[in-house]
């Protein structure tokens, strides 16, 4: 699975001959797309968490969310590159996309101290799932409202069109679904690692007896009981 | 309101703190009109089991059945029926007496003459338009009795009632959550002695397991005492 | 429900009026910062675009000190135990506390409003002022009801001043965003232009989306 995510991410870059610039578009907007969706999932997960009480659907809700911020920043770090490559600045207000994601990291960023902060594991994943429920419907809001925005005062300009030669359409769709994978893989392997690491522990406790089992540290990540 | 045999009956009930057990596999039934009286050192639970009863805290595992309902998907339907007096007086320290109370029989649809009864009923009328940061802890307790049993509940739980009153105040109070109220009563003590004379079941809880549960009648302080050791 | 409501609300104003707590100092902070405004931008009047940024980011940072208090006293003085006790909709507190800070919001800009025509702002606002109203209502109903669930959301975290602001800003770029576009032409140096209804909608549009998520997720929040 890893090794195909891996090919489909060279394939991508060597079949676009546009300039080194436009490649970086091959990442920075698929990035984005699958963040977002992310973002949208941890919504949808908190929706089920909340509905059936149960701690698997938190967990999941918790690593989408994990995942999403950590390729935010990669969009961020993308498409500042970009902008300094194509406009000689660091950072451009006219990019919608690159505003919604500043926006959206500095809001999705305060998940950790959230869930930090509060030790009670049960709240801490309640509230968890209530702020991604608030966040994920807040995402396509603040999108519509920020590209409002730009279109009224600088109309889109400057933007890649998604309309173009095939090999353009082909690069961007292959490159979507390389991230899309990879992201999905990463999701997968971090859902199994933090489920390993709850059952040993679960089998610590049963071995050692339930009152001198000492309580796990303070931590932002859900706590399988 | 149809009453129960039993107001208060709990099996296998358990209740988690991430993964520590607060509560574990707590059963007992409680007959309406009798008292039960629950004993055990700190942290061994009996606030866990009292807020659990007032439907303040979901059960995580077990039954939970108050005044004929279960909890928590019928808690609603009981809250206007308990009355709690835990630690916190759960009164506005910047308003009156008279003017947290008015704002708790709102709450609980219960007349304004009420509430004049039972500032009588605690001999806190004179005091009654002061803010409770001005009150003594002996004052603000006796309003807190007041706020509990303001909506006439069936069911009263209550958390070392008798903390920081006098005996004359303790006294005063007596007429309407001790024995002679009639109600069904689960409360907490440290006093074995007081304790058990004026229940009619004795619960011992020790890190959150029974291990004690017996008529009043039949336990000795003794045992209580171990409970401690 | 409605009785419910109007007492938590009475409670609430009853407290206010006594400890003045909350709106004095969302009152003072706003004009203190409209004189570091004028010291940090060096300009003696605003207008048009500036004047909207200047406003609209100074009422947004006064929203946030009375929304770091909204639940304070029920959680430092039981009152979130003495209100899950009653046999009401939980929903109820949501609505009052919402409501209650939409009040304190508008007193504030009874003052700070017309504060900052005398202050700083450039051209006469009486033309501008019906849609003025109109926007602050707006504004003031979205910041209510996103300030209220984040309030919530920050009271049971231990950090909860900060937690408070964090969340807050960033899900009300969208109001200020939109206020500000709004409110720009109105306060045009050449006197008031049209109010430009696309922005109403996304305001309106905001209120109506946050106000449905709260009334669905308030009780989580309350529970336990």
Partial sequence: MTSAVALVFFYAPTDADQGIIQKIFYIHVPMAIVALCGFIAGGVFAVLHLRSGERRWDLRSYVTIHLSVVLAVGVLLTGSIWARASWGHWWVWDEPMLVVFLIIFLLYVTYWPL???????????????????????????????????????????????????????????????????????LCTYELASKNATSKLRSLRRRLAGDDDFAAPARSAAPQLP | MPIPDHAVVLRGAGRRYGERAALRDVSLELATGSTLVIFGPNGAGKTTLLRMLATLLRPH??????????????????????????????????????????????????PPARVEAVLEA?????????????????????????????????????????????????????????RASARTRVLTSHDPAGGLQGADLALGLKAGRVALLAPAASVTTAQIAELYA | MRGTIAALLAKDMALELRTKESVPAMVLFSITTYVIFHFGLDRNAVSGDLASG?????????????????????????????????PVDRTALFVAKALGLFAFLCIVEVVAVPAFAVLLLGPSPAQALPGLLLVLVLANAGVAVTGTLVAALAIQTRARDLIGPLLALPLLVPVVLASARATTPLLQQGGAQALPGDWLAVLALYDLVFALIAYAVFDFLLED
């Avoid at chain 1, 709240?123 to 429920?133: D, E, L």
């Avoid at chain 1, 519509?144 to 082909?170: D, E, F, I, K, Y």
């Avoid at chain 2, 307790?141 to 739980?157: D, Y």
Wanted: glycine share 10%; charged share 15%.
């Fill in chain 3, 54 to 86: 200047v406003l609209w980011v100074t009422l947004l940072f006064a929203a946030i000190l009375g929304i770091n208090r909204l639940f304070v006293a029920e959680h430092e003085q039981g009152g979130f135990d003495g209100f899950l006790l009653a």
């Fill in chain 2, 122 to 178: 605690v001999g806190m009328t004179s005091r009654a338009d002061d803010p409770i940061a001005q009150l003594s802890r002996g004052m603000v307790q006796r309003l807190a009795v007041a706020r509990t049993v303001l909506h006439e509940p069936e069911l009263l739980l209550l958390d070392e009632p008798l903390a920081n009153l006098d005996p004359a105040a303790a006294a005063q109070v007596q007429p309407l959550i001790g």
């Fill in chain 1, 115 to 185: 869930r930090f902060s509060i030790e009670d594991p049960e709240r801490q994943s309640r509230y968890a799932s209530v702020f991604a429920i608030m966040a994920g419907a807040f995402v396509p809001l603040c999108f519509g409202a920020v590209r409002m925005a730009q279109n009224l005062t600088h109309p889109q300009a400057g933007t890649m069109t998604t309309s173009g030669p095939a090999s353009v359409t082909l690069t961007f769709l292959v490159s979507l679904a390389g991230v899309a994978l990879l992201y999905t893989t």
């Fill in chain 2, 61 to 110: 595992a077990g039954e939970v059945r108050v005044l004929g309902r279960e909890l928590p998907a019928d808690g609603w339907a009981v809250r206007g029926r308990i009355g709690f007096l835990g630690h916190e007086p759960l009164l506005y320290r910047d308003l009156s007496g008279r003017e947290n109370l008015r704002f708790h029989a709102r709450l609980h649809g219960a």
